[in-house]
């Protein structure tokens, strides 16, 4: 009965341990070196979409400048509308009061002080 809990480790040493590392640490520096020859097209995609989600995005955000622009056109457009109209209104209100005062005293005959 081989049960792998109950078998012994397999003993290495120090030597065996530190050429299995380096032996993956060469394998590393291989596949970095080498590389995935996908890898490029695949990065080249990945950065495409990202690149036209970006165009999208910046589009949306100048349309909505553009936007708020028009907002802000139209309403400095109104607020110069309404400051006319207050204006015309009071030189208006003033006119027609003007028109009810009575008749001013001329300076003779104002009484003396």
Do not use: K, S, W
């Given at each position: 009965m081989d049960n792998p809990a109950l078998m012994q480790p397999e003993t290495r040493t120090d030597a065996e341990y530190e050429a299995a590392v380096d032996s993956l640490l060469a394998d590393m520096?291989?596949?970095?070196?080498?590389?995935?020859?996908?890898?490029?097209?695949?990065?080249?995609?990945?950065?495409?979409?990202?690149?036209?989600?970006?165009?999208?995005?910046?589009?949306?955000?100048?349309?909505?400048i553009?936007?708020?622009?028009?907002?802000?056109?139209?309403?400095?457009?109104?607020?110069?509308?309404?400051?006319?109209?207050?204006?015309l209104r009071l030189e208006n209100s003033q006119l027609r009061s003007e028109r009810q005062l009575p008749p001013g005293k001329l300076q003779d005959e104002l009484p003396p002080d």
């Open positions: 520096r291989h596949m970095q070196e080498v590389g995935d020859p996908d890898a490029e097209r695949r990065d080249g995609a990945l950065l495409q979409q990202e690149l036209a989600a970006m165009r999208q995005e910046l589009r949306e955000l100048t349309q909505t553009q936007q708020i622009q028009a907002e802000m056109r139209h309403d400095r457009d109104m607020a110069a509308r309404d400051r006319e109209n207050l204006i």
